[in-house]
């Protein structure tokens, strides 16, 4: 297995009182992305229920700001905690709260209100084959963040 990333664009920022949000298409299905791979639409529903339940629904769900290069989410990093990730079509729409209190969550913050337009990524570990000149994520893939 090795460690596979995407990124995707286009997030819309929400202002509700004093806490801002992140939210948009987190991760998608049946079509190859910027980085050749597809992703079958089972293994991630698979993955997006299992991380669902085992770190959204107990506030673990956290993503750190840049790219990091390895799977672990390090702590210290923390810019942004996932509050919903739910599947709209072959699309898993997210929406995470910027933690405006950490130190990287506050310079997602000031990125925002300075008119930065960002965009998530996501981690994980798996392998991928090639089949029929697509690069297909296979059925070991183990999600590690959406954002």
């Given at each position: 297995m090795k460690l596979i990333t995407e990124v995707v664009e286009?997030?819309?920022?929400?202002?509700?009182?004093?806490d801002l949000y992140i939210e948009g298409v987190f991760?998608?299905?049946?079509?190859?992305?910027?980085?050749?791979?597809?992703?079958?639409?089972?293994?991630?529903?698979?993955?997006?229920?299992?991380?669902?339940?085992?770190?959204?629904?107990?506030?673990?769900?956290?993503?750190?700001?840049?790219?990091p290069d390895g799977p672990t989410i390090n702590l210290e990093r923390v810019s942004h905690m996932i509050k919903s990730l739910k599947r709209e079509g072959d699309n898993f729409i997210g929406k995470a709260k910027?933690?405006?209190?950490t130190p990287y969550?506050?310079?997602?913050?000031?990125?925002?209100?300075?008119?930065a337009s960002l965009g998530v990524s996501s981690r994980g570990m798996g392998s991928v084959r090639s089949t029929n000149g697509q690069n297909i994520v296979q059925d070991d893939f183990y999600l590690s963040t959406a954002a």
């Open positions: 286009d997030i819309i920022v929400e202002q509700k009182g004093k991760l998608q299905s049946n079509i190859k992305n910027r980085n050749g791979r597809v992703y079958p639409t089972e293994t991630l529903d698979r993955e997006v229920k299992r991380y669902t339940e085992n770190y959204i629904e107990k506030n673990r769900a956290f993503g750190e700001l840049g790219h910027i933690m405006k209190e969550g506050a310079i997602v913050n000031n990125l925002i209100k300075e008119g």
